[in-house]
Nanobody, 124 residues
């Protein structure tokens, strides 16, 4: 079984920054792609960013490109999401996800493992 645990969420003013972390445990994460998704109240879950095992390939949603950066430390089984220039519309529960393949994709159904989520609230 795989466990993903997110941390780093909180309340921040518009223009501020937060860094989310996701620690994976329960199996060896070799050649796996990981991603961040988010879900705002009353809205569908949406893709935020994804990264391949070697970090040689990343994908971002247009809404966060240039403001968010995804990275990973495989020695620590951890993926990060650095969020800068935060906007009120970034307010959501952020979920970490992992898949058993190394291709980065934006579709949530392609990811087999999910964390419980961490709340990010951006005040105006």
């Amino acid at each position: 079984q795989v466990q993903l645990v997110e941390s780093g969420g909180g309340l921040v003013q518009a223009g501020g920054s937060l860094r989310l972390s996701c620690v994976a445990s329960g199996r060896t994460f070799s050649n796996t792609a990981m991603a961040w998704f988010r879900q705002a109240p009353g809205k569908e879950r949406e893709f935020v960013a994804a990264i391949s095992w070697s970090a040689g390939r990343t994908l971002y949603a247009n809404s966060v490109k240039g403001r968010f950066t995804i990275s990973r430390d495989n020695a620590k089984n951890t993926v990060y999401l650095q969020m800068n220039s935060l906007k009120p519309e970034d307010t959501a529960v952020y979920y970490c996800a992992a898949r058993r393949y190394n291709t980065v994709v934006v579709t949530g159904n392609a990811y087999e493992y999910w964390g419980q989520g961490t709340q990010v609230t951006v005040s105006s």
